[in-house]
T-cell receptor, first 114, second 114 residues
Framework: AQTVTQSQPEMSVQEAETVTLSCTYD???????LFWYKQPPSRQMILVIR??????QNATENRFSVNFQKAAKSFSLKISDSQLGDAAMYFC???????????FGKGTKLTVNP | EPEVTQTPSHQVTQMGQEVILRCVPI?????FYWYRQILGQKVEFLVS????????KSEIFDDQFSVERPDGSNFTLKIRSTKLEDSAMYFC????????????FGPGTRLTVL
């Protein structure tokens, strides 16, 4: 079964600093996609960044980047120059290429301190 | 920017009652999903819907659940006879395509079964 594990229930960071959120996954598939979703308090989940498994280059979206280690089945999210608006629940998710469903981790609650 | 909307935001019902959760997906999207999150647990996939039929469902999505797209804009999840363990946050999502493409989530409906 495909599983996603986020080992950090909560993290905190000082404004303008960098933080890394961890995610590992377990799959025997070779065709899959990985995602990080952000859920601000009382708001819907929005996509932060995504990665295709066949691409070796790590995805980057402005201050957000990933460290994708395929052999280790690791997909961590780095947030640079953290801002107060980055405070949210962050979910790592996996999707096999032959399936519709997203498989989520339990989430990491990120607090940004001014 | 278009968003997925869900109504109601909170629904309280008695065990054994039927409930219908409503969603309005983004208008040009073709794929529709329901997920749920029991308090303190992971977000779990329930069902996906494409071309007016279920394309994939999880083992959670048993005979007491059904989905429908009654018109061109709404997407509903019906629970026929609610149980205490159906208490959860239910998220609707929609997407233009599958695979690498983003699923856009609604804000959720909190269902409380008494």
């Amino acid at each position: 079964a495909q599983t996603v594990t986020q080992s950090q229930p909560e993290m905190s960071v000082q404004e303008a600093e960098t933080v890394t959120l961890s995610c590992t996954y377990d799959t025997s598939e070779s065709d899959y996609y990985l995602f990080w979703y952000k859920q601000p308090p009382s708001r819907q989940m929005i996509l932060v960044i995504r990665q295709e498994a066949y691409k070796q280059q790590n995805a980057t979206e402005n201050r957000f980047s990933v460290n994708f280690q395929k052999a280790a089945k690791s997909f961590s999210l780095k947030i640079s120059d953290s801002q107060l608006g980055d405070a949210a629940m962050y979910f790592c998710a996996y999707r096999w290429g032959g399936s519709e469903k997203l498989v989520f981790g339990k989430g990491t609650k990120l607090t940004v301190n001014p | 920017e278009p968003e997925v909307t869900q109504t109601p935001s909170h629904q309280v019902t008695q065990m054994g009652q039927e409930v219908i959760l409503r969603c309005v997906p983004i208008s040009n999207h073709l794929y529709f999903y329901w997920y749920r999150q029991i308090l303190g647990q992971k977000v779990e996939f329930l069902v996906s819907f494409y071309n007016n039929e279920i394309s994939e469902k999880s083992e959670i999505f048993d005979d007491q659940f059904s989905v429908e797209r009654p018109d061109g804009s709404n997407f509903t999840l019906k629970i026929r006879s609610t149980k205490l363990e159906d208490s959860a946050m239910y998220f609707c999502a929609s997407g233009q395509d599958r695979g690498y493409n983003e699923q856009f989530f609604g804000p959720g409906t909190r269902l409380t079964v008494l």
